[in-house]
């Protein structure tokens, strides 16, 4: 099992701590979690893009002038997409973009990119993060101690309004409570921060 350091907010060692292997230690696997990712991200599309084809447009299907004799050239209606207010040729229509993917397949990828992370040295455990109030010089007093270089992920058992509140208007700092915890946040982060009730909470979801 590695053993890793415990901070607490003010980036002050306070302990230490094993983490499971099987969670932390898991094979990375590429493919897999680009398959999550690529899955999570079609699922996030709403799918309801959608304009009037020539048949639909509102309006008549009469000529808009005689066949011969006026010098232009023949048209049947004024519904076509080469007239302004026709219809549109290959409109796009609401459509399903969600692809599945099993729940092992979810637990697995997860699991493959937090012992990655872990392996390269972008994961940080804190005994708890807690703010005394909801203002954002408290998240960034944190970031400030730690010092971290790029995008922070803070995962806790359950964050409190304060902490949500406290870190919203930070761009490159976002909270999640760690059962809802996905893939794509862990992989476009470049720091995890890891609470102790965090790590407890993924041991006993994955014995």
Known sequence: ???????????????????N?????????????HEVVVAYNAN????????????????HAAKPFRQKGTGRARQGSTKGPHFTGGGVVFAPKPRDFSKKVNKQAKRLAL???????????????????EVASAKTKDAQNFL??????GSVLVVSAQNGENELRATSNIPSME???VELLNV???????N???TESAIKYLEEANA
């Open 192 to 194: 995890v921060v890891l």
């Open 44 to 59: 996030q599309r709403q799918g309801n893009k959608s304009t009037l084809t020539r048949s639909e447009v509102r309006g």
């Open 175 to 177: 909270t999640v409570d």
């Open 111 to 129: 699991l493959s990119a937090l012992s990655q992370k872990l392996a390269q040295n972008e994961v940080t455990v804190l005994d708890k993060f």
């Open 1 to 19: 099992m590695a053993q890793v350091k415990v901070f607490n907010m003010k980036a002050e060692e306070v302990g230490s701590r094993e983490l």
């Open 144 to 149: 400030n101690a730690f010092k971290f270089n």
């Open 21 to 33: 292997d099987e969670i932390f230690a898991v094979e990375y696997n590429e493919p897999l979690i």
């Open 184 to 190: 794509y946040e862990v992989v476009s982060s470049k």
